[in-house]
Every structure is written in C-alpha cells, then in structure tokens.
C-alpha cells in the first residue's frame, strides 16, 4: 500500500466564500432549469436564516475533484488541439 493511505483523512471547512458561491451556482442551477411549468413567475422572496450546519470535505475528496477537473481540461484542451491542425490542414 502506498504512504497516502496510511494518513490519517482530513476534513478541512469550507470558507464563506466557497459557500456562498457553491450557493450561486446552485441558484443559478435552478433558475436554468425550473422546476414548475410557470417559469415566468415572479419568483419568491427569500430570508436568508443562517444555519449552525458544517460543510466540510476530506483532503481526499476534494483532490479528486480537482483531478477529475484537470481531466476533463486535458481532453478539451486535446480536442481543441486536434481541431485546430485539421483546420489548419483544410485551410492551407
């Protein structure tokens, strides 16, 4: 086994500002895509009633979003790549 998976997991706190954007973009998630037919509603006011919850990830997971992130730029970044010596070739 490998040294990573002796050390002991942990979970680091997410700052206000990670939250409030996760927030954001969960926001913006349901305005894309509304959930009743009447998306030209008025939509409704909201009170912001702050809670005692935690949101916190471990060390490891969170590595693994960023890698699954890297990944997914890798390949764009390889189809663009390709994109651009085929357009290059046609367009000599």
């Known amino acids: ?7 002991p997991r942990t979970r680091r706190e997410l700052s206000r500002a990670e939250l409030k ?14 959930s009743t037919p009447a998306a ?11 809670t005692e919850h935690s ?6 997971s969170e590595f693994a979003i960023i890698r699954s992130d890297l ?3 890798l390949i764009i970044l390889a189809v663009l790549a390709v994109a651009l ?7 000599r």
């Not at 030209?40 to 702050?50: D, R």
């Not at 949101?55 to 490891?60: E, L, M, T, V």
């Open 71 to 73: 990944q997914r730029l």
């Open 21 to 34: 954007a996760y927030e954001a973009r969960r926001a913006a998630e349901r305005r894309r895509i509304p």
């Open 40 to 50: 030209e509603a008025e939509p409704a006011k909201t009170v912001h009633v702050p």
């Open 85 to 91: 010596v085929v357009i290059t070739i046609i367009l």
């Open 55 to 60: 949101f916190a990830i471990s060390r490891d």
């Open 1 to 7: 086994m490998s040294s990573r998976s002796k050390r």
